[in-house]
């Protein structure tokens, strides 16, 4: 069985307790969809923790970390976050030869996975880490088909932050809506697996899914994100916006 995790984005209570529940789970692998870092307090731990990682995709806050040129797209508190974050890997510092190796993790990290008929990305198959695919787009069939004709039969994708699947008869269906678990069918199929850090689907606790083959589960964390939002509320960089949206799940 897979643990398949996005968009921890520098929160490293969710993370720890995302990483706690997984231990418990009996999974062989885990993978992560991109954006570990971003938005929150602790980005250093969070690429530590993820070290280990079987897979680690790039997600578009690694990239804009990564080459700056990229963080255009950002709106103005997010790309001070980059900033931010960016400058906590500095490379003239005490903290040198750790920053070096989480370049070099960061550096290496590709854009795509694919095998087995299963592809991973951070946002879509048409740009891994930048296209948003949106639980309204159901009513766009225009982008599900070029979306769907680039999966062989299964993508999994993070970035918006709102879990849920997408089948190609234009049906998106939420985790409550699948009593948090779906069956693969033979249908093309794409599965947001929610995010660790930042959830958006109006509920606080760290999302995250298992994989074993034949089904998808979605699983929901509690954790401590009062810590995390006193963390960014202490980061003047940080607007104080990314941590009351962690209370709302927003
Ligand atoms: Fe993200």
Redesign the pocket.
Known sequence: MQAIV??V?SNMEAFQAVLNDIRQRGVSDVICL??LI?YGPDPRACLDLAGGFNLCLL???EEAVLFEAQAQGFNPRATVAVKWTARQFNMLGDDRAANAKRWDFMGNMPRYYSGNGILLV?GSPSDPTREYVYTTDVRNPNKMERIFGQIEHLCFV??T?VPGVWTDDMTFRSPDDLDYVYRISPRKTIINVG?VG?PRDNDPRACYALFDGAAVRFIKVAYDFETTIRKIYAIQDLDRSLGDRLREGR
């Open positions: 996005s968009d984005h991109g954006d971003g997600g578009n806050h951070h993070g970035h932050h995010s930042q």
